[in-house]
């Protein structure tokens, strides 16, 4: 393996992807020149549950070590870009991994796990969810695990919840946070998507939006046109600034309904919930046909510079400040002793 | 904190420890000058009961940032001895920690484990313990383990495991193995202690013994003198040469008489079982008069010098050669793909 250096190409960074992994998805991530992932690793599944899957990671990194390897700092994405391989970044989309126990969250983040959702559409123990008709904001033990994650550099994601508690995670974390997939709530109103007020707070304190390409988040939905995403993208730059866009697709890529059924339901309901889909349409969307699957993050690039925006803007997006957002948010708080030292 | 310099000072490692941990332990690490020690925190704990353990040192280091901190790789040792602080390097005495998983081998690695022992006095998934009437040698599931273990760089520790098991172990390992917290059977017949054959295959392959200060593994028990004890090292040295020995105090300071009892019995019996105690004496037994805690390194470290050993003896007996292990044992094999790439 080559000692990693800077690498003068900008790294092409993808905020959120659910796919059924296979060598296949691989292969399009190196073809598709993406440096680094943010993946999901888990829903609704407990603490041990979660460990297994981490297992089926461990057992891909080993596989496909020539392909992909595990992201724990931003200084990974260089690496990634010297060896010609993705770098591979753990989150969970609801904090059922860390249970009823505020020091899993260091277990899980010593584990790799860099992103965690506070709520994912209902009610959690930390925080709402975007579902819920009352949203009373943080929790007790939310605001305690915030603090937290804040302290061992796990970073707090409010895609799936609601505005208050939106807008309390912003307040009452001390690191930036992130909004990791969602769009614009003026563009599409989808429960999903977030309002303004939401984005310029996010913003002012530092933190990110990954605007995605996940159907029901894009006006005209499967049908959206990239000019349309484009455009969105170049309005969101005028309401927020360059410095708080990026990408989060959402690529739920190859997976079977159940998964969707999965996320959506967990076990917390024994009616079937049909989220952002329907009872007429109960299963993942298709994507856009101009973003099917990794191999098309250039087709984004190429439509932001036909829209105008420069070749800075267009790199700050497509991956430069998720590796500006990495390099502030993954490292721990250096140790302080609690008591002071004799 | 200072950037780890390397210190002209032999380091002082402990190869095994198992206290009721408090800040005044801590404190007598650093009065003791102990550079390192290897502690057990779990023996028949479930993973998940595993966790609540690190969980619980994680809060450790967190309050006595200025005594200890986590220990993962060889070089923690010159960072302690800058930062005048004791690295706690993590172990298991039984593989229960792991389940029935073998995915559990690098997850544990990565929250720190760097010993783990195959059995703990019965017969476990892996291995053979020293108390069984019958040892079959290491099982399916062993073999598959210690392969795993050599992989991700966790060290094969059979103190408590049986005769022939202990052979297989050297045998099937392809890095070094330890016995962390054992001494001579001809010196002292206990059934914890080892033979001249296990000791020779251990130092032929380039393991490691750390030599026992507890009673039931010592001539006399309490009684023993500082000169018998230094005796017995000096005919060890004889035996399999300098290299392959070192300190493994198997100190269990202020721990309750529970302590013990769940160490001997878990959860495998209704009955009681006394180990290497009795009826008559079920608890803890007394230390010798000379090494009651970490401060007393320096007790032992006269002893051997006053016994006519060289400094340089000295030193590698008292942490030069745990240093030299932790250097060659605790790194992963560098990832290799299982697939050839295109």
Request: include cysteine; charged fraction near 20%; glycine fraction near 10%.
């Amino acid at each position: 393996m080559k000692a990693p250096t800077l690498s003068p190409k900008p790294p092409r960074i993808d905020g959120l992807q659910y796919a059924n992994w296979s060598e296949k998805i691989f292969r399009q991530m190196r073809a598709g020149g993406v440096d680094a992932v943010h993946v999901t690793i888990t829903y609704h599944e407990t603490f041990r549950e979660t460990v297994l899957n981490i297992e089926a990671w461990n057992r891909r990194f080993e596989r496909f070590a020539d392909l992909i390897f595990q992201g724990r700092t931003a200084a990974d994405i260089a690496i990634a870009q010297a060896t010609g391989r993705t770098a591979i970044f753990f989150g969970s989309q609801n904090p059922s991994c860390i249970e009823d126990d505020i020091g899993l969250v260091q277990v899980l983040h010593t584990l790799g796990l860099r992103f965690m959702q506070l709520s994912y559409n209902n009610q959690s123990l930390l925080a709402t969810g975007c579902y819920e008709a009352e949203d009373p904001g943080l929790t007790r033990m939310g605001r305690a695990v915030v603090a937290e994650m804040n302290r061992v550099g796990l970073v707090v994601d409010m895609s799936h919840s609601g505005e208050r508690s939106t807008l309390d995670a912003i307040a009452h974390s001390t690191r930036p946070i992130a909004i990791t997939h969602a769009n614009p709530f003026t563009w599409h109103p989808a429960l999903r998507n977030k309002s303004d007020k939401v984005l310029k707070a996010l913003a002012e304190s530092g933190g990110i939006l990954g605007l995605s390409l996940y159907p029901h988040h894009l006006k005209g939905g499967s049908g959206c046109a990239l000019t349309e995403f484009c455009e969105m993208v170049a309005r969101s730059v005028d309401l927020v600034g360059i410095g708080a866009l990026a990408i989060g697709s959402d690529l739920c890529q190859d997976q079977p309904d159940s998964v969707v059924e999965w996320m959506r339901t967990g076990r917390w309901t024994k009616s079937v919930d049909f989220g952002e889909g329907s009872a007429d349409a109960p299963g993942f969307p298709a994507m856009p046909g101009w973003f099917q699957d990794n191999r098309h993050f250039g087709t984004i690039e190429a439509g932001l510079a036909k829209f105008g925006m420069s070749e800075a803007e267009v790199s700050a997006i497509m991956g430069g400040n998720w590796a500006n957002f990495f390099t502030r948010s993954f490292d721990a708080v250096p140790a302080q002793p609690e008591r002071p030292a004799l």
